[in-house]
């Protein structure tokens, strides 16, 4: 029963994650053909830098986690 709640959570926590994912990314990418990004470079930088560390965590994340559970 307790691999069976972890792996309920893994995948519900997963799709939260990507959900979150994707939401920020579809903000990034309007921000960036809107141009807001060339007129504030820093804001730019940040948020390009946690999308960055989002995403390198999370591939992180599903190799350590993830593939354990086979």
């Not at 893994?10 to 141009?35: C, K, N, P, R």
């Not at 007129?39 to 946690?50: D, H, L, V």
């Amino acid at each position: 029963m307790d691999r069976t709640l972890l792996i309920l959570f893994v995948i519900l926590g997963s799709i939260a994650a990507f959900a979150g994912f994707f939401f920020v990314l579809l903000d990034w990418v309007q921000y960036y053909t809107s141009g807001i990004y060339g007129r504030n470079s820093t804001e730019a930088i940040f948020e390009t830098g946690a999308l960055l560390l989002y995403t390198y965590f999370g591939i992180r994340f599903f190799n350590r986690h993830v593939s354990s559970l086979r």
